[in-house]
């Protein structure tokens, strides 16, 4: 089998260049589909982070906090330009968002009683939610096939998916599982000497 390697990473961008993009992605893309937009631009289109490194991101964004989107701005900013990079690329996210709360906010309160509306708001979710399985599923490809990652997700799944765990207490099994189990495995294998 042959391994795919990735094309190099491109120079860090400019200020105005890493605002621009997620002022783009922020314009674009709405709901859960913002992290799928964030990763095309950001790992497969620019070239600016790896996909490790995007993944590694997208998990801390998940558990922090606040927003999903705008913690990954946070991080691929802080990670391409440190402080002023987070800092606007959080702003490039933030304000189409906000512009379109508010004209969103408006419309709703006059034509909210439509039904229409309720339909055009369930097509929008659809499209966040497919965009969200598109990125899962390109991850999920590209994961390493050991048993520990499937444990791992299972286990993820059961306490959050089927048990409806809030996610604190799914994180509190989860992590330590993970990390007992990752000890485990490694420690089980005998050393080359």
């Known amino acids: ?7 190099p990473l491109a120079q860090r961008p400019d200020l105005l260049t890493l605002f621009w ?7 674009t893309a709405f709901g859960g589909s913002t992290q799928a937009w964030a990763y095309r ?14 993944v590694a991101g997208y998990a801390v964004a998940q558990v922090l906090p ?3 989107p705008l913690n990954v701005a946070l991080y691929v900013g802080m990670q391409l330009r440190g402080g002023p990079g987070a800092t606007l690329a959080a702003c490039g996210m ?6 379109v709360v508010l004209i969103m906010g408006y419309l709703y309160r006059q034509f909210g009683n439509v039904a229409a509306a309720h339909v055009l708001l369930g097509g929008v979710a659809a ?5 969200t399985l598109s990125v899962g599923a390109k991850l999920t490809v590209r994961m390493p096939r050991k048993i520990r990652n499937w444990i791992i997700a299972g286990a993820t799944f059961a306490v959050i998916g089927l048990l409806h765990w809030p996610l604190i207490p799914a994180l509190l ?3 330590p599982l993970s990390i007992g189990l990752s000890y485990f495995i ?3 294998r005998p050393r080359a000497e």
């Open 1 to 7: 089998m042959t391994k795919v390697v990735a094309p």
């Open 21 to 27: 993009a997620f002022l783009r992605i922020g314009s």
């Open 41 to 54: 631009d950001i790992v497969e289109r620019r070239r600016w982070l790896s996909e490790r490194q995007f």
């Open 66 to 68: 606040g927003s999903n």
């Open 94 to 99: 933030v304000l189409p968002a906000f512009c």
């Open 127 to 131: 499209v966040g939610i497919g965009a």
């Open 173 to 175: 099994v989860v992590v």
């Open 186 to 188: 490694d420690h089980r």
